[in-house]
């Protein structure tokens, strides 16, 4: 079912804000994260969810998530600040990523954040800061990667990495309590998130059997896809994840089958919430397509090569034409969509709104020949309620 727009409203704010101007709509995302967050609970009744603020970590948005009862999962000190300043308690919010600086390190310690040990030379740094049998320590284990099963992803600790940790980890009188995998972006199936979590219950196995463990937590990451995505995952959803994994978990040592599970969503929660309003300018006549030039382009919407972004004119008009869509970068590669439809005389001036963008989109854009593009927040609906992967 295609979302109906509200056009008026955003010919309202792009005469406002001209364009382009990236809009989201806040009522989407509530939409969205309740019903992930229901998903969630009917499976894993004392899990949680923490939400991944690389996605897009405006304060809006994260503020908003937070209300919801979302934690944070961080990946960098300004993330962790951010997190900390935006009310997220410390017990409820995860330090995750392959670059954890000392003093970033030192906060986390200090204020009690779960930190999940993404390397072998990262757990030395840990040590030396004496954090104490009470730091908040879960082990990240290497998965194959999502994306090409038959390789090992270069984030967390291989099982040879894994076993010296556990005895650094010994030595230094630590204490490991949780464990934690991410099984990869836009995981084109559940099956994909069950291999690897059925593929790292060896790693748990030796995790349990040492004598530095008290585990508290199982945390299975993100990777869950978004509306982008849709056309190479099939209509998957949320659900069908979140059973793979509880089905997968099985596989991992009885001891842990009680513990609460966590999970990471990102991109599913923002991206359909996102849209970029831009205008047409030009039309070149090419064969074997017309090419259309917008006013923004592929610096703004840098997925556009790869994910699926719907396009929707403003004006009311049969879309009876088949053009390319170019943005208005200096590059021949600047290409927004190859094959999107249009009416048959498209005036400058005219309306379009790009979908899919309030995730990786937005916290990766930017404006290089412009100045930084507006955000516009709405609390009205962009776009009917349309099926969603989070259902
Ligand atoms: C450790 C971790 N957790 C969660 C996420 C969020 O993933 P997604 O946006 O695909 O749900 C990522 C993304 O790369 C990640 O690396």
């Not at 919801?68 to 997190?83: D, F, H, I, P, T």
């Not at 990262?122 to 004496?130: C, G, N, Q, V």
């Not at 291999?195 to 995790?207: E, K, N, P, Y």
Request: aromatic letters at 8%; glycine letters at 8%; proline letters at 7%.
């Amino acid at each position: 079912m295609a979302p109906r727009i509200n056009r008026a409203l955003l010919k309202e704010i792009a005469a406002e804000q001209g364009t382009p101007c990236f809009v989201f709509d806040l009522e989407h995302l509530k939409d969205v994260a309740g019903r992930i967050i229901a998903v969630q609970r009917a499976s894993f009744p004392c899990g949680d969810l923490f939400y991944s603020f690389k996605t897009n970590s405006d304060k809006k948005i994260v503020s908003v998530l937070r209300e919801l009862g979302y934690g944070a999962e961080v990946v960098s000190g300004r993330e962790l600040k951010l997190a900390l300043s935006h009310g997220f308690l410390p017990s409820k919010i995860i330090f995750n990523g392959p670059l954890k600086r000392r003093d970033e390190l030192q906060l986390a310690i200090q204020e009690g954040v779960t930190i999940h040990v993404d390397s072998l030379d990262e757990l030395r740094l840990i040590a030396s800061l004496r954090p104490g049998p009470r730091a908040r320590l879960g082990l990240r284990i290497a998965t194959l990667k999502g994306s090409a099963p038959q390789s090992w992803s270069r984030f967390g600790l291989s099982r040879l990495e894994l076993m010296d940790a556990l005895q650094l980890i010994h030595r230094e009188e630590l204490l490991v309590r949780g464990l934690h995998l991410h099984a990869g972006s836009n995981l084109k199936s559940p099956e994909l998130l069950a291999l690897a979590i059925r593929d790292a219950s060896t790693a748990a196995q030796a995790v349990v059997e040492s004598s530095c463990a008290a585990p508290e937590w199982i945390d299975i990451g993100g990777g869950f896809p978004g509306p982008s995505a849709a056309h190479r995952s099939g209509p998957q959803t949320f659900r069908a994840y979140i059973l793979a994994a509880k089905a997968a978990l099985k596989t991992w040592p009885s001891s842990l089958n009680e513990l609460p599970v966590f999970a990471e969503p990102g991109r599913i929660l923002t991206e359909g919430a996102g849209y970029l309003l831009t205008q047409f300018v030009a039309r070149k006549h090419r064969d074997p397509v017309d090419a259309l030039v917008l006013d923004a382009g592929r610096n703004l919407i840098p997925s556009a090569g790869t994910h699926f972004h719907p396009i929707h004119w403003l004006r009311c008009c049969a879309l009876t034409q088949r053009f390319a869509v170019y943005g208005r970068n200096c590059f021949e590669s600047d290409l927004l969509c190859d094959w999107a439809a249009g009416p048959e005389s498209p005036r400058p001036g005219d309306l379009l709104v790009i979908g899919n963008v309030g995730a990786y989109d937005w916290s990766t854009a930017f404006p290089w020949t412009d100045a930084p593009i507006p955000l516009v927040f709405l609390q009205a609906r962009v776009a009917n309620p349309s099926v969603t992967p989070s259902s």
